[in-house]
C-alpha cells in the first residue's frame, strides 16, 4: 500500500533555466512548483524524453542556497497538462543534503 511521499517537499514557484545537457542550445525559462531532497517537479512548453538529462538553473540566486547554484536531473516523466503545458518529475543526479534545500518562495494565490 503506497503511503505517500518519503522525502519532504516544499511547494512554490520559482524561475529557472531549463537546459537539455544532450543539446546546450535548448534552453527554456520555466517554473519549478516543488521540490525536495531528490527531486523537482517542473513545467515546461515542451516535450522531454524520459531518461534524458537536463540540468536547472537558478535565475535569481535566490531559488537555490548559494551552494547548489544549480542542479543535474534525469527526467523520470513528462505529462501534458493542459494541450500547452507538460509537467515533468525530475531526479537529481547528485544528491543533496538537508543544508542544502532549496528556498522557495511561498506559492501565492
Known amino acids: 500500500m503506497l503511503e505517500g511521499r518519503k522525502h519532504r517537499r516544499i511547494?512554490?514557484?520559482?524561475l529557472v533555466h531549463l537546459c537539455g545537457m544532450h543539446d546546450p542550445r535548448v534552453v527554456e525559462l520555466t517554473t519549478v512548483e516543488n521540490v525536495s531532497l531528490y527531486g523537482a517537479r517542473v513545467n515546461s512548453?515542451?516535450?522531454?524524453?524520459?531518461?534524458c538529462q537536463v540540468e536547472v538553473k537558478?535565475?535569481?540566486?535566490?531559488f537555490l542556497r548559494p551552494?547548489?547554484?544549480?542542479?543535474?536531473?534525469?527526467v523520470?516523466?513528462?505529462q501534458a497538462v493542459d494541450g500547452i503545458l507538460f509537467?515533468?518529475?525530475?531526479?537529481?543526479?547528485?544528491k543533496t543534503t538537508e543544508s542544502d534545500v532549496w528556498?522557495?518562495?511561498p506559492r501565492r494565490s
Not at 11 to 14: Q, Y
Request: hydrophobic share 40%; aromatic share 10%.
Open 58 to 62: 537558478s535565475t535569481s540566486g535566490e
Open 103 to 105: 528556498s522557495m518562495p
Open 45 to 51: 512548453m515542451r516535450y522531454w524524453e524520459p531518461g
Open 87 to 94: 509537467a515533468m518529475g525530475l531526479d537529481f543526479l547528485s
Open 76 to 78: 523520470v516523466y513528462c
Open 11 to 14: 511547494a512554490g514557484r520559482a
Open 67 to 74: 551552494v547548489v547554484p544549480r542542479a543535474r536531473a534525469r
